[in-house]
DNA sequence: AAAATAGTCAGGTATTGACCTAAGTAACTG
DNA sequence: CAGTTACTTAGGTCAATACCTGACTATTTT
């Protein structure tokens, strides 16, 4: 695996903004269409889906087309994988020279 | 606890850049002052402690000035509430509509 | 087949973020 | 007390990002 550093990066900035936290917060709760996904923001749908392309490029979710509909769903190993890196810095500081 | 979500995104915000997640690392390891960890980079000092502020408003980090020298710290409580929010919403996924 | 629905593509603007240099200030050190 | 060290402050550039509108494609639905 070639630069693990730079996928983590990735993910820790595909979360750094507060709509795409909330679709992801929406998305722990079950998968759900673009349009569904949509609904609650006041934003254009082209800006919208940027933010969903922001969160399948990190490998936070994943989405798959039936028809005119695009369904996303949540990809649990990629939101385990941003906290394993930060429970493994943790755990060194907590066991090293500590606080 | 006034916006939670605001100070998640925070922390994440924070650890979207590479600088930055090397300092965490690096910081895993033990508390350090600001040459010591800026040392390793190919940065003008000024960029680097700006990248050090970022770190501390998002609460990763904290910092105290002795004499001339400012040394940085770990916070692992932070760290330990952005595993917790991935891991709330990681659960939820894993143990409802699933994958 | 016409109209509605669900997304997508192609631009354009405006703010934010990552860098820089130059010039400070404050605390050791010789 | 003069010089060095360890940052800090001020201001400026450039690219990335979050938005937008308008027009388009592909699938239902009627």
Redesign the interface.
Known sequence: MPNQ??A??RI??A????TR??V??R?????ASVSELAEPFDMALPSFTQHLGVLEKSGLVRSEKKGRVRTY??R?DT??A??SW?????A???M??G?
């Open positions: 550093e730079l983590i990066e820790f900035q979360l750094s903004d507060p936290l909330a992801v917060t998305l722990s709760d079950g998968s769903r949540l649990p939101m385990k941003a906290e930060l429970e493994r810095r943790r060194l500081w907590e090293g020279a606080p």
